[in-house]
């Protein structure tokens, strides 16, 4: 505690990382000491990598899906650049449709953030998918971002989600070139407040985002990172957080399903039904006032995307994070209100 921590972390906390993220992902390996950056939780960490990777001298638009987590576009505004908000729908998937960008877009694109599994729809990214992103960010030059830090909270336990850096290593890219996910302890773990996690993949990018981490000031304090070290070296309790959500989801499925309409998710936490009569604000302000119960109003998530229409409009995010007893209720009080009407 006598001395300031190291902006790069602790030798021993980048390769727990490295082993960790190498077996999870079938990877050849992860250079722990240039593709690996501690950080403390993904949300600080995406809004800096955004600062420091965006060239401000040319156009800078960031792809991010729609809906989204609110920081890729917040950290894209802040860098003086212009989110591309691709849609996300039943359609679709719930997935972007890259298909769907234009060669003189993608031409301005800089970043392209993914978020898989999804927040808040839970849709996950196949392999497939990355691998012909990874195609076009080789064809138009722009940096791949992958958010994954539900990776860890997956219903079918033969099943983990794949990610990008593992469409990488099946290319035979084990630079990771153009590629960086982002992994927490919050979700995986359930240590949201210990505010810790990691960034891995291309050195090239990660050396600059390292440089500009030096004079943002956030480096770990050292009690976190070998706390941070116990966690990621251990899968019980991570198994044990897995088992406890497939217990609600199944819990709560059971009581909503018959009076919503929801896509079962791949992982993450969360539900995305659509509300009853469409109008998501009216409906949450209803469920609060009158039920004591708080969710998220899908069109807060979202903006009108490339058909003019906000594809979070008329959802609900439900995040069944609390203990099974009060996520029950919260499930209950909501069938309630439905069935008053």
């Known amino acids: ?38 950080v403390n939780g993904t949300r600080e960490a995406i809004f800096a990598f955004v600062q420091a990777a965006l060239d401000r001298t040319r156009p800078a638009k960031v792809a991010v899906p729609n809906p989204f987590y609110q920081i890729y576009e917040g950290a894209t505004l802040l860098a003086g650049g212009e989110p591309l908000y691709l849609d996300c729908t039943a359609e679709n998937g719930f997935r972007p449709d890259f298909s769907a960008v234009s060669a003189d877009t993608w031409r301005d694109v800089q970043i392209v953030f993914i978020c ?29 971002a992958s958010d994954e830090c539900y990776s860890e909270l997956y219903l079918d336990e033969n099943t983990p989600p794949p990610g990008l850096l593992q469409a990488c290593a099946e290319l035979g890219r084990d630079d990771y070139r153009r590629c960086v996910v982002f992994h927490s302890l919050s979700k995986r773990s359930n240590l949201p407040g210990l505010r810790s996690g990691f960034v891995a993949g291309d050195a090239d990018l990660l050396a600059p985002f390292k440089r500009y981490r030096t004079y943002h000031g956030c480096a770990m304090s050292q009690p976190l990172q070998h706390a941070s070290i116990a966690a990621w070296q251990d899968e019980a309790h991570v198994r044990a957080n897995r088992d406890a ?34 109008d998501d604000i009216a409906f949450t302000q209803r469920l ?5 119960v708080s969710v998220l109003p899908g069109s807060l998530m979202g903006r009108p995307g490339q058909n003019g229409l906000n594809p979070g409009a008329g959802r609900l995010r439900l995040a069944l994070v609390a203990e099974l007893e009060p996520t029950l209720e919260a499930a209950k009080r909501l069938r309630q209100l439905i069935e008053r009407d």
């Not at 499925?253 to 998710?265: K, Q, R």
């Not at 609060?288 to 004591?292: D, G, I, K, P, T």
């Open 245 to 278: 959500y497939r217990e609600k989801f199944s819990a709560v499925t059971d009581v909503l399903a018959p009076v919503m309409d929801f896509p079962t998710p791949e992982a993450s936490f969360y539900l995305w039904p659509a509300v009853p009569g469409g």
């Open 288 to 292: 609060f006032s009158e039920q004591h």
């Open 1 to 38: 505690m006598a001395r300031y921590p190291a902006t790069n972390g602790l030798p021993a906390l980048r390769d727990a990382i490295a082993t960790w993220a190498t077996q999870r992902f079938q990877l050849a390996g992860l250079d722990a000491e240039r593709q690996v950056l501690p």
């Open 116 to 144: 898989s599994p999804g927040n808040p729809t839970g849709a996950v990214t196949p392999l497939a998918e990355f691998k012909q992103l990874i195609a076009l960010a080789d064809e138009h030059d722009f940096i791949i």
